[in-house]
């Protein structure tokens, strides 16, 4: 190798060499080492004992430089494709297997009306304000960008299929919070259960929080939302949905119950009223929950949110502050360990049918997505196509391998396989599907008809 190494830098440094050199023996070399002792600078390696430190310095200096190189790709590589947005709304199936592995994971349950959508702005760090000479709440931007969770005051749920977003806790950036939405599960479609329509309704919203939370893989918390402080009942269709949460963890190896947090909503800093005998009520409530539900094995933590504030303050503002309730539930979501959510229990008996509309439900959502989307994710591919033909057929053979153009189809293929991890399978595989059905399809399928009337017609009829 050194002697190789010594031919190209005499070549370089003038000295004489054979034209056609491509080794050199170690007689030759302590032949040729007289000569370059003569020519050379005296700062120029003369023998292979002298060129190994250099070698190895720049071994030493390039070393920690690559390793910073292959540990970029591989992070890379890792999170290709995964959904890391900062204040974007996700709603799909494959969104939700493309979460975020290292943020923290709350999903927030309540009726309609309960504030889902206002605590969970506030836990992103949005402000909402009451203002004189109306008073009315408003939504303050943040950074310039609108809250990003719809909120309103009237009796229709906003949020109508289980969504997530990443989210800084309370604008607080080292804190990564992936907050899931859900439907209210009284929605006026489903809030007469006594309906048929209604119990179908409910059905379809119970199997959508299913399959979104099994996709998630894990979880931290559940917060389930309490809007009435007051009278301290919770809402029947919330114990039905307590009930739930343990009979679909029921094999989980660890009590979900250590993971459920209950929260009083709209308890803003500014109100007094809800601090009446708060104490007492947050123990009624818990003892409530473990009688009415049996597999509650835990007293579920129960703290005051609220989110509201009054610009200017009143006077008679106390120390206590809107935001200690947001930072009570980061301790307890901090705290919390991983809960699995790939061993939730499959729906059985009836209840099948709404796993089978739900699935066909995702299917539609994505081929509706991929028609918005086909464009952009077309283009994509087309580039990456182009570039790999010009990688190789375009470029000299060692430029090729340096871009990692082997042998065999194996290296495109793995380069295909990482961009549709990147952008997702499935919405690579249904923009693919959608661009075929409209602009391939209809002008290659007379003649595939044509070809395909042409081959039965010449098999042979079966006796």
């Known amino acids: 190798f050194f002697g190789k190494l010594l031919v190209q830098l005499e070549k370089m440094a003038g000295s004489p060499a054979k034209e056609d050199a491509t080794e050199i023996s170690s007689a030759?070399?302590?032949d040729l080492a007289p000569k370059r002792a003569a020519t050379a600078p005296a700062s120029f390696p003369t023998s292979a004992a002298e060129l190994r430190p250099m070698?190895?310095?720049l071994r030493e200096k390039a070393l920690p430089s690559f390793n910073q190189a292959t540990s970029f790709m591989r992070e890379q590589v890792a999170s290709a494709g995964l959904r890391l947005q900062q204040d974007t709304v996700f709603s799909t199936l494959e969104d939700f297997e493309r979460v975020d592995p290292d943020a923290k994971r709350v999903v927030v349950i309540g009726v309609t009306g309960a504030g889902k959508s206002t605590v969970l702005n506030c836990m992103g760090g949005w402000n909402f304000v009451q203002k004189p000479p109306d008073y009315e709440f408003e939504w303050q931007e943040k950074d310039g960008v609108d809250a990003l969770f719809e909120a309103r005051a009237d009796c229709d749920s906003c949020t109508k299929k289980t969504s997530f977003a990443n989210l800084a806790f309370m604008g607080d950036s080292e804190r990564a919070v992936v907050a899931v939405d859900t439907p209210g599960h009284d929605d006026p479609a489903g809030a007469e259960i006594e309906n048929k329509e209604a119990r179908e309704k409910l059905g379809e919203m119970a199997a959508d929080l299913h399959n979104k939370m099994k996709a998630l893989g894990h979880i931290h918390a559940i917060l389930v939302l309490h809007n009435d402080v007051h009278s301290n009942r919770l809402n029947p269709a919330t114990y039905t949905v307590l009930k739930?949460?343990?009979e679909k963890f029921a094999k989980s190896e660890v009590s979900c119950w250590k993971h459920v947090v209950v929260g009083y909503s709209k308890c803003n800093a500014h109100e007094t009223s809800w601090r009446s005998g708060l104490a007492k009520k947050k123990r009624d409530l818990q003892a409530e929950i473990r009688n009415k539900v049996e597999m509650c094995d835990h007293d579920v933590p129960v703290i005051a949110l609220g989110g509201g504030s009054i610009d200017p303050a009143p006077p008679?503002?106390?120390?206590?502050?809107?935001?200690d309730g947001f930072e009570a539930l980061w301790r307890f979501v901090e705290a919390a360990?991983?809960?699995?959510?790939?061993?939730l229990q499959p729906f059985e008996g009836a209840d099948v049918k709404w796993q089978k509309?739900?699935?066909a439900k995702d299917e539609a959502e994505l081929r509706a997505k991929a028609a918005m989307i086909w464009v952009a994710v077309m283009f994509k591919l087309t580039?990456?196509?182009v570039a790999m033909f010009w990688r190789s057929y375009?470029?000299?053979?060692f430029l090729g391998f340096m871009l990692l153009n082997l042998p065999g189809i194996y290296d495109e293929a793995i380069i295909l396989i990482l961009f549709a991890k990147w952008l997702g399978p499935k919405e690579v595989m249904y923009s693919a599907q959608h661009f075929f059905i409209q602009y391939v399809d209809p002008y290659t399928k007379p003649y595939t008809d044509e070809l395909l009337q042409r081959v039965g017609k010449g098999k042979p009829k079966a006796d």
């Open 316 to 323: 008679v503002a106390t120390e206590v502050d809107s935001s």
């Open 28 to 30: 030759e070399l302590k």
């Open 383 to 385: 580039l990456l196509l």
């Open 244 to 246: 739930m949460i343990g």
């Open 337 to 343: 360990e991983p809960l699995d959510t790939s061993t």
């Open 394 to 397: 375009l470029l000299p053979s």
């Open 357 to 359: 509309i739900i699935d």
């Open 55 to 57: 070698l190895e310095s």
